[in-house]
């Protein structure tokens, strides 16, 4: 067993879930911050749980360039290495070897890649992106991909999503024969186990390397760039081949955004509606809580993270650039509608002050207030469901 | 009435002491990190109170500039804009334009200097720096002086003393005048009184406006240079104008570590006993402990930030700079003696890794645990001085 996903309640095709890995049950639809190199930029772990974040992604590319791939797996994999217990996924490195351009060469056996870091060679297949994967031990790790490029002519598009396909069933090959490999299921999982704060239904059944402990979650990726037709055939390619989950990848990579919102629909309705569906690297706070409710289970983005160091926040009041004058002498709030620790402390003054004097703690503070508002307008739209389909809401009662 | 010493203990020099503010009750011997520009970099105004900070330092030269005494003022002062409702201390702005080295001039009038940020021309003087810390509103202001350069001519030290005592008579004549004028003695304190944690003895007694209402503290700076004569001459007169509290200033601009040692000792000599002795501007953690020791009740440098930002970090087994290959795959804490949320929950190798990948975090973390050691150094040597002169150790009761 890898994963268990149960849906509690479905508003038209939107659906409140609960996603049950190894290290603890996630709600769904959820939002999963990106921890680049083990690590939420500028935010410590206890204030990602203090904000209620579920789970947290990791890029393996960057993971295995530094600190490398044997580091944390010796250290329990990513859980142990950055002391997070609670779930967290690891894309499969192809989009980040994809953003390289220049640097990378593509082939049927994987691709060949200079790092971004040192100009050193090497080459990621889809065995070795899941050997790496295994070792950074994340929940949910994900099949290797090669994301298409935007534009692409048709025929460049198929055979990129025929190649994922095939990639995809490689993926899994491999997985399956070194899933029990993750470092978790050694005895160093029950250390970790006991450091867990109780959320995971896993750890009190669990006996390690018997059948009763879990293993991760492969996860396969729908790509077919911007074609309808090309997507429906890599969906169907991709369930065939059988995962616990799909990813729709390859968007948001530079196509307008009803082009985004028409893939994304038309690529639902050929994923099965008993496994969770993850929509790779989007949005803003209104994309993501569109697609959450046109049935997307999972989502992630750098844009809370990245916007926020460069002093743009997402506001109940739209975005704002704390860095602009008007603010110099504001005394509210940055959000009055949010209760999260920047909003609650500080004000539009001082925070305008700190990204103005270049501070570190500017970074800090609208970090965390930008990751608060995607994780409540998350919460927002799971409380909208559950309200409707599972609890009436209370003057009704 | 400003603020009240009272000495609990001695041991020796050294002194256990209670300092009472306007913003709440500070235990001496203390260390006071260092927030330039109202915040200690990287570290957020929660975790410093988790810390157990019990009062913070502001630049008067780096808030004048940017975001400017009048923002700080109509928010309620230092307290009121960065949201921190224990003590604060400003430095004059004196030591900070002596930094500038070729960017000022040195008249009886005051200091002219051009700015760090944009090259505009200010003017310092002893009225106009005073003006500037009542509007910024910290609870422990500083004479305005001259920083002796080292090494410097003995009559080049003299000159330099005598205009300091000249500039301290300024200082206090213009305070006197204008000590009502601090943003929390209006209508507003009583808002933030009402925020307080309640460690502050004044809140629940003052009346807005009344004398029951506290002031600023005023310190006196004791200069003189490397000359012990001079530093003699310059403590009886500074105490002869008479300040709730008086610094020793000029230190650690460059000279030998034992000459810092001899001059702090002997001016020690000179300085009221019943007034708060604070040491501007040192050291490591040894170093701090051994002036508490010699009777200094009050340190501040910016040396546990800065060296963390470097990778330096101070432990109970000494200095380690984290970024060394050797903490790759070390999954100790970073000081097993240390308590610190760094402490309890990362591992070496998770630190080191942060540093090596320039991340955000490493600078939070490491500033974090430094500033746990430098206030635990300190908490270590109050607590001695508690259990020899107050508190019988247990074991004897």
Request: overall charge negative; proline content about 5%.
């Amino acid at each position: 067993m890898s994963i268990q996903f149960q849906i509690e309640a479905t508003r038209g095709p939107a659906r409140l879930g609960k996603l049950t890995t190894a290290h603890g049950v996630i709600e769904t639809p959820v939002f999963m911050p990106v921890g680049t190199v083990a690590t939420v930029k500028g935010v410590s772990q206890d204030v990602l749980e203090e904000l209620g974040v579920q789970i947290l992604l990791g890029n393996t590319y960057h993971l295995y360039l530094r600190p490398g791939v044997d580091v944390v797996r010796r250290m329990g994999g990513l859980h142990g290495f950055m002391s997070w217990n609670r779930p967290t996924l690891t894309d499969s490195g192809g989009f980040q070897v994809f953003s390289l351009n220049e640097l990378r060469k593509v082939t049927e056996e994987g691709v060949t890649f200079r790092s971004h870091l040192d100009g050193s060679s090497h080459v990621f297949t889809p065995e070795s992106a899941m050997a790496a994967q295994i070792g950074l031990g994340a929940d949910i790790i994900m099949a290797f991909d090669e994301c298409t490029e935007y534009p692409a002519e048709r025929e460049r598009a198929r055979a990129s999503m025929e190649l994922t396909v095939r990639w995809a069933a490689r993926s899994k090959t491999y997985f399956d024969e070194h899933k029990d490999e993750v470092p978790w299921r050694s005895s160093r999982f029950s250390v970790l186990s006991s450091q867990n704060d109780g959320s995971s239904f896993t750890t009190e059944n669990w006996e390690p390397g018997t059948g009763n402990c879990p293993t991760q979650a492969l996860f396969g990726i729908v790509q077919g760039g911007m074609d309808r037709e090309l997507r429906r055939e890599s969906a169907l390619r991709t369930v065939e081949i059988g995962f616990p989950g799909y990813a729709i990848g390859g968007l948001s990579v530079g196509e307008p955004r009803e082009v985004t919102h028409e893939i994304v629909a038309s690529t639902l309705e050929h994923l099965p509606e008993d496994k969770p569906r993850y929509l790779m690297g989007v949005g803003t706070p209104d994309e993501i809580a569109v697609y959450a409710k046109m049935g997307v289970d999972m989502m992630d983005c750098v844009l809370p993270t990245r916007a926020a160091r460069h002093g743009l926040l997402f506001t109940s009041e739209g975005k704002i650039s704390i860095k602009q004058a008007r603010f110099a002498q504001d005394e509210g709030p940055l959000d009055p509608a949010c209760s999260c620790r920047v909003c609650s402390r500080y004000s539009r003054a001082y925070l305008r002050h700190l990204y103005a004097a270049n501070e570190l703690l500017a970074q800090v503070l609208n970090s965390i207030h930008n990751l608060s508002f995607y994780l409540d307008t998350m919460r927002r739209v799971r409380a909208e469901m559950a309200g409707y389909d599972i609890h009436p809401p209370k003057s009704k009662v």
